[in-house]
């Protein structure tokens, strides 16, 4: 890496900031856009499973029951989910402290397009899961297309979700875009986010699905 490439790399580090408006942090994507590699691109039967795999997550349950995916429940320990992960060969890459909460960063469960999900607990039960997926090789149309889809989805199986965020940045040399809706489905907050952030050449984009405890 040239010594302009990680000036730059730095510079926009430091421009993550919290959305104000629901909570929703950049923070990690942009640390996560600092190491983003090149990977063979999904196939067309493996990119539609997305909805697939939100529908089987939550079929079992009434609309009022939510849970998170993976066959956890909320409040469920730090003890089991770890051993969930350990029996899945999943790997916490991270560990971390942030206010009350603890954060494992893991990778390795196995859907198409998942590069990592986020799970978060609160004096050690479980009370969020962060689903991120990354296409690299699907143009800003198809982001579109998906992102249109699972909030179809999530439409007529929650009712019409609310806008929480529409925001481009252009003042900066990194352009940042910032789309977002939500569902309230019984004691479960339900989030939709895409994200993207463009340097010259160098692209990142993720759409994340989010479940919160309320």
């Known amino acids: ?3 302009k490439k990680a000036s730059w790399l730095l510079t926009f580090a430091k421009q993550c900031v919290v959305g104000p408006m629901c ?3 950049t923070s990690h994507y942009c640390s996560t856009f600092l190491s983003v590699k090149s990977r063979r691109p999904p196939g067309r039967i493996l990119a539609s499973s997305l909805i697939i795999f ?3 997550a939550s079929r079992a349950h009434a609309v009022d029951e939510l849970v998170p995916p993976f066959g956890f429940r909320w409040n469920d320990s730090m003890a089991r989910v ?3 992960l350990h029996g899945a060969k999943a790997k ?3 560990r971390e402290k942030k206010q009350n909460r603890d954060v494992w960063t893991v990778e390795g469960l196995l859907h198409p397009g998942l590069k990592r999900t986020l799970f978060t607990f609160k004096q050690r039960s479980l009370v969020a899961v962060e689903l991120q997926y ?3 090789e699907w143009s800003i149309e198809r982001y579109n297309q998906r992102m249109g889809e699972i909030r179809k989805y999530f439409d007529e199986k929650y009712g019409t979700g609310k806008l929480v965020s529409r925001a481009r940045d252009n003042d900066t040399d990194v352009i940042q875009t910032l789309v977002g809706y939500q569902w309230m489905v019984g004691a479960t907050l339900l989030e939709l986010f895409y994200f993207s952030a463009q340097h010259d050449s160098l692209l990142y984009r993720t759409i994340t699905v989010d479940y919160k405890a309320l």
Request: aromatic share 12%; charged share 10%; net charge negative.
């Open 1 to 3: 890496m040239t010594n």
């Open 82 to 84: 770890e051993a969930v």
């Open 134 to 136: 990354e296409y690299p």
């Open 92 to 94: 916490i890459t991270s």
């Open 54 to 56: 939100l529908v089987c």
């Open 23 to 25: 909570g929703f942090s």
